[in-house]
């Protein structure tokens, strides 16, 4: 099967529908196509409707190779669809629901929704195992800054000097290797060690800066700190790599998607994370098939998406 490496390719590759389908099929059923409702083999293939029809007489049911995926039920085309991965998996700094719906000639709206089911394919869970070796800890604010609103609007956000009014967002990252991030309600010593103590292996070199809530962290790990009011290295002991890290994600905010809601900043977070993780030794095709092998199992509703409906 022809697999496109660059853009320009994969946008005149899939814009034919039958290549979309098989480059799909290829990725999400390697062993061959199995009934996303029943799980049985072997369904018939409808060529002009371009469907299956399971072989299973107690299902019997019809699908497409968007059942079961982040494009269940939507109207918009595979090559759209796939543009869009293609684009989240390997912009750097991210790509704007904006510059979508201009490029694409589809709405705002459907692009946002889009982009945020992409993003949910992009989560990597627990893949890879904990993080060991060499591990940078820290944690930063992510908001909008109080002197650049409006008065109004700085008063409804409670966005004030320093931390007051942002986000906490966590991060750990494994030196060479992967990040894991999240989004918490306090720096209090009981959360970021549960994180910590939960992605990181126990024995491993831990470095942070010098807050109080990471102290304890001796007793699993050889835990070194970096005192920011004195210094920033002191040999191998800093937190470059991590806040490194969050300038990227900064970047990513300010520059691209300029107003995040607290509610999706983990989307975000997550997106970031896996171009982070996947930048070695990876191509820009290769990413865009680790997106395309993770779209089945994680559809993303509107409702779901906009809190209109239980999360959990």
């Known amino acids: 099967m022809e697999t496109p490496n660059t853009l320009m390719e994969a946008i005149q590759f899939l814009a034919n529908p039958d290549n979309a389908i098989s480059y799909l099929v290829a990725v999400r059923w390697p062993n061959g196509v199995t009934c996303p409702y029943c799980e049985a083999g072997n369904p018939m293939f409808l060529a002009t409707r371009r469907i299956w029809k399971c072989r299973n007489g107690k299902c019997g049911k019809q699908f497409s190779i968007k059942v079961g995926t982040i494009m ?104 060479g290797g992967r990040v894991k991030t999240a989004v ?61 890290f969050w300038s990227l994600v900064k970047r990513q905010l300010k520059g691209t998607y300029i107003s995040v809601e607290p509610f999706h900043l983990f989307r975000y977070l997550d997106e970031q994370a896996f171009r982070y993780n996947n930048r070695k030794e990876m191509t820009d095709a290769d990413r865009f098939r680790t997106v395309c092998k993770h779209i089945a199992g994680r559809r993303l509703t509107w409702n779901k998406l906009t809190g209109k409906e239980a999360t959990a």
């Open 184 to 244: 918490v309600g306090t720096r209090r010593k009981t959360i970021l060690q549960k994180h910590i103590r939960e992605h990181v292996q126990a024995g491993s070199a831990i470095f942070s800066d010098e807050l109080l809530s990471y102290e304890g962290l001796s007793a699993d790990f050889k835990h070194a700190v970096i005192n920011h009011a004195v210094e920033y290295v002191r040999e191998n002991v800093h937190t470059n790599t991590m806040e490194n």
């Open 72 to 175: 269940e039920d939507s109207a918009i085309g595979l090559d759209k669809w796939l543009t869009v991965m293609w684009l989240a998996a390997n912009c750097k700094n991210g790509v704007s629901s904006y510059e979508i719906a201009r490029d694409l000639g589809v709405t705002q709206k459907s692009a946002w929704f889009m982009l945020h089911r992409v993003r949910e394919s992009m989560q990597d869970g627990d893949t890879g195992g904990k993080l060991a070796g060499e591990v940078e800890v820290d944690e930063t604010f992510i908001g909008g800054k109080a002197r650049n609103m409006h008065k109004s609007k700085r008063e409804a956000s409670g966005v004030g000097p320093g931390s007051k009014g942002k986000v906490i967002a966590f991060g750990m990252v494994e030196r």
